[in-house]
Each structure stands twice: as C-alpha cells, then as structure tokens.
C-alpha cells in the first residue's frame, strides 16, 4: 500500500522593507535577516518532513510618496529559489536607506501591494507570507493619493485594505485564508497595533525593525509559520 | 443507533474487553513529541484519551520550564487533567454522573497551575498563539444492561478524533473543530482550528454518548495517524491490514507503529481498546471480509487520482459518518 501521502507545500514569501533614511542603523541587519528568513522557514519545514514544491520570495521597498516621489516604492517579481537566489540577493543588496520625511511612512502601500501578489495557488497546501520590517508608523491608507506617483487601483481607506486581507467569514479576494500570514517586525504604533488587534493571522513583534530579537521568539514565530494552526 | 443523557455507571456490571488499551505512540523529535495519552481499565469503566499540543499556536517555548514548547506542556497537562477527573469519577461511586463540566474544570486546573508558573512573558502580539493549547479525543466507555451492547461517551476538542470500527468498517465519530469538516477535504486543506483546549482562551470539550453494539474496536488517534494518507478510506486499511498480518496484539501494535512511523510527518498517538471478539484471532477473522471490502470496492490507484479518491469516498462517508 502506497499510503502516504508527501505534504508538499508551495511557499511564498513577501519581504516588505521600510527603506527610509531612519532605518540606516538597522537597515544592513533587516537585509541579512530578509536573507536569512526564507533559509529558515525551510529548514524548519523541512525538519518537520514537510517538504517544499516551491519556494518564491519577492521584495517590497517603500518610503513616503510624498518625500520620496518616484523613489517611494519598488516591488520586484518572485524569484524561484534556490534557482534565483542570486538575483533575490542582488534585489536585497540595492536596498539603501534615505529620504521618507515626516516619521510616518507609506507602509499600507506597500501592504497593497504585497495582498495583491501573484500568490502561487497550485499544488496541496500553501503559504502566502509577507513579513514587514520597520522603525515608524504609517501614514493612513491614501495619505499622498493626490502625488502623481501614486498608484492607481490601491486600496482607498483601511477598511478596504482589511477586506483584501479577508478573514474567516469573509475570503480575501487575493489571498487564501488558510495560507496567509503576516509577520510584523515593527515599533506599537498606527496603524500595526490596528492590524495586529483586528486582523488574522497576525505576528506581531513589537521593535524597531526586529531589533533585540531573541533566538526562541524567532523560533516561535518561524513555527507558527509553517504549522497548522 | 441509540443515544441517552447519562453514562453513569453500574454496581453490578463489568467491562471485559479483550485485552489491555493498547496504546502506539511516536515523536518526530525524540524527547520533544508534543502528544501524550491517557488510559484507564476498571472494572465497570474504561477511558482511552489521546492529545496533540499545537505547535503553530503552541509554540512558544518556555525557558523555566525546561524549554519546552507550550504544545509539549498542554497535552501532559490536558491528561493529567483527565486522570483526576477519572478517579474523582470513580471514586464518587456508581450513582455519581459523567460531567464534561467537571472534565473541563480539571484540565482547566491544570492548564491553569502551567499559566501561574510561567514566569518568562511572550514578546509577540498574536491572534495566532495560545497559551498552553492542546487538542483531545477520549472515550469513556460502560457496560450497558443490553449485554450485547456498550455506552461510550465520546469526548473531543479540536482536529484529534473518536472512532468506532465495526462490521461496517470505521466510523468517525467526533466531529473535527475545522473550518472545514469534511475528512477527505481536510487531508489537502490547511483548516484553521476553531476550538481547541488551552489556558489563555475559551473553549469547549464537545461530547456524544452513544450505545455501541459488540464486537467493535474503539479508537481514538491524532492526526499524525490518519493526516497524512491519501484518503480516510487508506486509514482504515491501514489499521485492517496491518492486524491481518500480526500474529498477536502485540504484533499488531508494533506493524501499526512502523506503519504510522513511515507515513506520518508528525508525532502519533492511537489508542485502541476492542470489546466481544474473544481472542486476537476472532478479531483478526473478523476484519477479514472488511478488508476485501476495502481493496475491492474503495481501491485507490497508485497515481492517487483525485478524482477517483473523491468518487470513491462519496462512497464511503455515508458509513463512515454515521455516528456524526
């Protein structure tokens, strides 16, 4: 009898990285530890013996449209890795921290764009993770709508933002319940304490960008990726 | 199928089942198997209880606790919860009711000591973590009048399950705490739990008290036994299959945990205790047609087709679910 069955997992994650200049003294640990992450969540999957189909990571940079302009976001593909490593490396490594103005940042943005990912849906069962690194606080959703950069199509109020989050009741239209999560490296401050308090699937590490992070938190939060829950 | 309000037990009649609650047991990680169980043979009641701490929600660990997640912490704990309600229990005498209540107050106790003793505080802010959660799946069973006949009362809390194998085959009788319900859907799906034990959040122990008829088996597993096979159908057939070819009890626990070891990627834990067979061998004779059943009418290919294990458990659920 061929009973068993391989809990084959597609594994996608989303980097989002506050880039503004307050994030210079952390900003080359935020980049080891984006390098190190998705290194972590397989072997810990892979000790498990719940073995990887397909492992994507993509990068989300933001600022401040209204201090940064056309230097407020930067999204990249996915990369398939092992295959593509270099390049998630090389995407990682043009990361420099300046400009972003007032304290808040645009971080709902960048949380648009990371929910509205191409998630991999194929195959048995799937995780869609973005993980936020930052210092600050952010502006509300459409703060700097009337900036010519702005993006077209994004969400136009928190409640919307939420709702493409989804929950149980409710599926997100652009990300599967039962796969996502969202990782918060990030100071108790607007909007993450909403988030944390009202959305699913939540991890909140209350820091400046992960900072003083120990190694069994770490660990309590790369499980609680990869297990049911 | 009959049900009553009361599982109480009798002064005068005995529980003889055919032998001893075997348990078949395995970690993933030596010394760190976040399931646990609890057996009890008495005269006039049995319990077989299995547990599965949760390691997604469960898995911060605790430095003054030997570092030990609060997953390995919550299944000990939710058992020796269960221990003393059993012996209260039965140390109440013959007239004194089965409570769930008074389950859940005794689990809740121990969770609870856990909970004080923590020194060390979470650094995460999370929906997804609990303090101390476990999953559970017991069976109390009694003796009933009908002597053909037994009451169990089925407990359970979260994705661990309560089973009756019988002539008809294996019945699930728990329902799973899921967002999704169907067993077949959940061996793909990654279903959130919506009830599970722990000390940090409510929750609740659901129960149903059924008569059993003998001869049956009566099982209780978490799902590091039956959650990584194609189908429900193939977990049936593994407990069968491996009892056809065991020359002893013993024999079929040892081939049943190298079975779980070589499919399972996660700790396991089954508990099984069988009534009115006899002997092994009536038991083993009485499985036999079952297991022709199985090959012949619910075969699954080796390609795993999903539509073929779909047709064939729309099949099979409507006796697998009859308990439900």
Known sequence: MNAHMMMRYNVDLVFCIDATGSMKPVIETVKDNALNFYRDVRAAMEEKQKSINTMRVRVVMYRDYYADHENAMM???????????????????????????????????????????????????????IVVWTDASTHPIGYAIDEPNYPRGMARSFSELTEWWGDEQMESPYIRNNAKRLILFAPEKPYWTDIVNSWNNVIHYPSAAGEGLQEYTYHEIIDAIYNSI | MNTE???????????????????????????????????????????????????????????????????????????????????????????????????????????????????????????????????????????????????????????????????????????DDLAVTDALQNLTEDAPMRNVISASHPYKINERRLKIRKPCVLFTATDGCFGYLKSPMEFERLLIETLAGA??????????????????????????????????????????????????????????????????????????????
């Open chain 1, 75 to 129: 999204t990249t593909r996915f990369f398939t890795l092992p295959e593509e490593e270099r390049n998630f490396e090389a995407a990682v490594d043009s990361i420099t921290a300046f400009g972003g103005g007032d304290e808040p940042e645009d971080a709902l943005e960048a949380l648009g764009y990371a929910i509205r990912s191409d998630w991999n849906t194929e195959g048995i069962k799937n995780r869609s993770i």
């Open chain 2, 5 to 175: 309000n009361k599982a109480d037990r009798s002064a005068v009649l005995s529980l003889q089942p055919d032998f001893m609650p075997m348990v078949i047991s395995g970690e993933k990680k030596e010394q760190n198997g976040e399931d646990s169980c609890f057996c009890a043979l008495e005269k006039q009641a049995a319990l077989i209880g299995v547990y599965d701490g949760s390691g997604g929600s469960g898995a911060r660990t605790y430095p003054e606790f030997g570092g030990k997640t609060g997953a390995y912490i919550a299944s000990r704990a939710a058992a020796e919860g269960t221990f003393a309600w059993f012996r209260r229990w039965m140390e109440a005498g013959p007239d004194a009711p089965l409570s769930t209540d008074d389950l859940m107050q005794e689990i809740s106790n121990v969770l609870g000591i856990w909970h004080e003793a923590t020194e060390s505080q979470s650094m995460l802010k999370s929906s997804l973590t609990r303090e101390f959660p476990t999953t559970f799946a017991g069976e109390v069973v009694l003796p009933d009048e009908e002597e053909q006949k037994l009451k169990v009362c089925f407990l359970w809390s979260g994705d661990s399950r309560c089973y009756v194998m019988d002539k008809s085959g294996l019945h699930q009788v728990s329902v």
């Open chain 2, 247 to 324: 020359k002893c009890a013993d024999g079929w626990r040892t081939a049943l945990g190298e079975a779980f070891r070589g499919t399972a990627g996660d700790d396991f834990t089954l508990c099984a205790l069988p009534f009115g067979f006899g002997s092994f061998e009536n038991l083993q004779a009485f499985f036999a047609e079952r297991l022709q059943v199985l090959k012949e009418k619910y075969f699954i290919p080796e390609s795993g087709d999903p539509e073929v294990i779909r047709s064939r458990w729309e099949l099979y659920r409507k006796e697998y679910e009859r308990y439900q």
